[in-house]
C-alpha cells in the first residue's frame, strides 16, 4: 500500500494513525508529495483529480480518497472497530469524525487566507467566521468528552485528537484549552496513544 504523504496534513495524520491503531502502518509505503490549493502537484493530479493528500493506493492498484475513505478502508482490511458497523454508536462516531473534519476544514482555510493570499485580498471577516465554527464546534466536545464517550477509541474521537493537535501545531497562539478543561483533560490523555506519538505534525 502507498499514501501520498505529507508531514503537516492533519487529513493524512488522521489516515496514519487508523494505520498504527491497526498494525497496518508498516505496510504503508509513504510517497513525497507537495500538494498545495494554487500549486497543484501533478503527480498526485495524475491518481486524484483534486491533487489532495491523502491519496491512497491499495495493493490491488486501487486508488482511494480522502481521508473518510481511506480509513474505511483500513478499518476493514484491519478486521478493526474504530468504525462501529451498525446502531447508534457508528452514527455518532461518524457524526463526530464530520464535526471534526469541520474542524480542520475550517482551520486550513484560515490558514490559506494569511498565509497564501496576497495582504491586499486578505479578508478578515472571512477568517472570523471560521475560526468561530471552530470555536463552536470545541464547545460542543467539551461537553461530549464529559463522560462515558471520553474512553471511546474510534473514528470520531481519533480525529477530534487530530483536529486539536493541528491547533496546536498551525494555531499555536489561538487557546483552545481556555475554558475547556474537560477537552483539555482528555486530549492530554489522548495524546499518550501510541498512535497519537507517533505521527506529530512537523
Known sequence: MKIHFSPASPFVRK???????????????K???AAGPVNRDRAIVS???????????????????DSRVVCEYLNELGGGDLVPREGSLRWL???EQSLADGILDAALLSRYERALRPSEFRWDA??????????CALDHFETA??????????????T????LGYLDFRFADYGWREGRPVL??????????????????A
Open 93 to 95: 462516531a461518524l457524526t
Open 184 to 201: 483539555t483533560a482528555w486530549f492530554k490523555e489522548m495524546s499518550e496513544r501510541p498512535s497519537i506519538k507517533a505521527t506529530v505534525p
Open 126 to 135: 472571512w477568517v472570523d467566521g471560521q475560526m468561530d465554527k471552530i470555536k
Open 47 to 65: 491518481s486524484n483529480p483534486l491533487g489532495q493528500v491523502p491519496t491512497f493506493f491499495t495493493d490491488e492498484g486501487q486508488v482511494l480518497y
Open 15 to 29: 489516515c496514519m494513525v487508523v494505520a498504527h491503531e491497526l498494525g497496518l502502518e508498516s505496510r504503508i509505503e
Open 31 to 33: 510517497l513525497p508529495s
Open 160 to 163: 477530534l485528537a487530530c483536529a
Open 145 to 158: 468528552m464529559a463522560g462515558a464517550r471520553a474512553q471511546a477509541i474510534d473514528i470520531g474521537t481519533l
